[in-house]
């Protein structure tokens, strides 16, 4: 089945404790991105990929690191969460321009 | 640059009741439109989009959206909703060429028996 899957779905974590949320799709895709949704702002992109080992920076992208070192994989590293990443991430791919992005299921996050 | 206005953040109505989410968008370049639906704990699941060629598209569940280029408009519809159609409704942008998507604030909408 094509998918896009995150882990965990679910983290608390406290101030400062590194933590990285994995994203994997099976469906030979080159595009990849992240996005985090807050209410009353809807989906805002934190980084993308076009493909392998070229990432760019989103709308949102402080406090945030990604890596693209296989196509398959998009991990996102936070590497000193603080509350205001507090927060609700999606990752998402595609290909080519006019091919629809498809979504994981969300990794919902508390940074207390 | 792309952005998109969904001014309803939520719409209220009935079961069987015909209803419209509206969405306007702004783009100096040829845009792409979707439509996406999130149901409650879940992630973000296509509706329909907008490519080229006619400009009322068809989408799941009952869905459709006109693409309306002078009014910068692409608005939801669905002339018979279901309890089941309560989520949260997504407009987004993208444009052509281009990989990024540019997603409205939502409009959540709650249907009642």
């Known amino acids: 089945e094509a998918q896009v899957t995150q882990n965990p779905r679910y983290l608390i974590t406290v101030t400062g404790k590194k933590l990285t949320v994995t994203c994997s799709q099976n469906?030979?895709?080159?595009?990849m991105s992240w996005y985090r949704q807050d209410p009353g702002l809807g989906l805002r992109q934190i980084y993308y990929?076009?493909?392998?080992?070229?990432?760019d920076k989103g709308d949102v992208p402080e406090g945030y690191k990604v890596s693209r070192k296989e196509k398959r994989n998009f991990p996102l590293i936070l590497e000193s969460p603080s509350p205001n990443q507090t927060s609700l991430y999606f990752c998402?791919?595609?290909?080519?321009?006019?091919?629809?992005?498809?979504f994981g299921p969300g990794t919902r996050l508390l940074v207390l | 640059a792309q952005s998109v206005t969904q001014l309803d953040s939520q719409v209220p109505v009935f079961e069987e009741a015909p209803v419209e989410l509206r969405c306007n968008y702004s783009?100096?370049?040829?845009?792409?439109l979707f439509w996406y639906v999130q149901y409650p704990n879940q992630g973000l699941q296509l509706l329909l989009k907008?490519?080229?060629?006619?400009?009322l598209v068809k989408g799941i569940n009952g869905f459709e959206a006109e693409f309306n280029k002078s009014q910068t408009s692409f608005h939801l519809r669905k002339p018979s909703v279901h309890i089941s159609d309560t989520a949260e409704y997504f407009c987004a942008v993208r444009a052509t060429g281009f990989q990024k998507l540019v997603f409205g604030t939502g409009t959540r909408l709650l249907v009642s028996p």
């Open positions: 907008y490519l080229s060629g006619s400009t």
């Open positions: 998402a791919s595609s290909v080519g321009q006019q091919e629809t992005q498809y």
């Open positions: 783009s100096s370049v040829s845009v792409y």
């Open positions: 469906m030979n895709h080159e595009y």
């Open positions: 990929s076009m493909n392998v080992e070229v990432t």
